[in-house]
């Protein structure tokens, strides 16, 4: 399901069906459907979850009342839900446990104290810091274009991962169904309450769906995601089940991230013909899964990369367009 032509002008900016791929070809989302999330991660998604719903419920206007009821209801589910996806989820062995050897050895949880690393402790999770910024940003919106992009982008990535087969496999099922059909709900009344279409909401649509990335990222970077663990679906196998239902989805993916690779970072990457199944795409989108980690003076030297190439092109389109 493609948005609504309502405020079409603003969806086109922040929302398309690449940056909708993007979303779902993250091992954060992709882990969520093959049913591979550790428990902890997880945890952390249904508070931060949460944080996001109050901050819509903060803002919208009194004249949007199919909108307030929807959000009045799925925010008075939070309760239920969370407590009923988080126990399918432990009763699925979701939890990272400690090794048989440490826990011979002594080693506990320093939150609970029970066998799991305190990375995975559901009694000591909090909602991410990035979700407060998200939904205090959503607090303020002015014209409901950056709570439509947010719960359009969300709704269409569960969506696509249920055509794929990736329903939550056995532990995130409520979680993935929930957010493929009340979401997409929540985006459509969203969409039909939009203020205006100007620059203003163009504005604070790309920026809110800059904000939701970076959620996802953040709790990717700190959720001790490992691929294919206890046997699990692989991000390959995952990523697969995506491209029979989005044909081009594993190239598109791939173009992207060998762009990112040579032209942001500055790294030599293999003739196509030797790349894998997934490319580069795995190792840009999730360092975690690759190799190195995601240390903090490595980002901060993407970031400068990333910087300085994009103040370059800005630099070289301003040179062709005085010269024309």
């Known amino acids: ?14 929302w398309s069906r690449t940056s909708g791929l993007a979303l779902v070809n993250h091992p954060l989302l992709l882990q969520l459907g093959a049913g591979a999330l550790p428990l902890g991660a997880f945890t952390r998604w249904t508070l931060s979850r949460a944080v996001v719903l109050d901050g819509l419920e903060s803002a919208i206007p009194p004249s949007a009342v ?6 009045r209801a799925e925010r008075a589910r939070c309760g239920s839900d969370h407590a009923s996806w988080l126990a399918q989820a432990a009763s699925a062995g979701k939890s990272i446990d400690l090794p048989s050897a440490e826990i011979e050895a002594g080693v506990r949880c320093y939150g609970c104290g029970g066998a799991h690393y305190h990375l995975d402790c559901p009694s000591d999770a909090t909602a991410s810091p990035a979700a407060a910024a998200l939904a205090g940003y959503l607090r303020e919106s002015s014209t409901l274009a950056g709570p439509a992009v947010v719960f359009r982008s969300m709704g269409w990535a569960h969506r696509t991962l249920l055509r794929a087969g990736l329903d939550g496999g056995g532990a995130y099922d409520g979680w993935v169904q929930a957010h493929a059909t009340r979401w997409t709900s929540i985006a459509d009344a969203c969409e039909a309450a939009l203020s205006c279409a100007g620059a203003g909401a163009n504005e604070e649509a790309t920026t809110a769906s800059s904000l ?21 679906m ?19 993916q791939d ?50 990369a990333a910087q300085a190439y994009l103040e370059a092109k800005r630099a070289a389109g301003g040179a062709s367009a005085g010269a024309s």
Do not use: C, H
């Open 66 to 71: 199919e909108l307030s009821e929807l959000v």
């Open 234 to 252: 692989t991000l390959d196998e995952a990523r697969g089940r995506v491209a029979e239902v989005e044909p081009g989805f594993r190239e598109a």
């Open 255 to 304: 173009r992207n991230a060998a762009f990112i690779q040579q032209q942001v970072l500055g790294r030599e990457i293999p003739a196509p013909s030797s790349l894998s199944a997934t490319g580069a795409a795995a190792a840009v989108v999730s360092p975690r899964l690759g190799s190195g980690g995601r240390g903090g003076a490595a980002a901060a030297a993407k970031l400068k």
């Open 1 to 14: 399901m493609l948005p609504s032509l309502i405020g079409p002008a603003v969806l086109a900016l922040a």
């Open 212 to 232: 939701l990335y970076a959620l996802v990222d953040a709790e990717a970077g700190a959720s001790g995601l490992v691929d294919g663990a206890g046997g699990a």
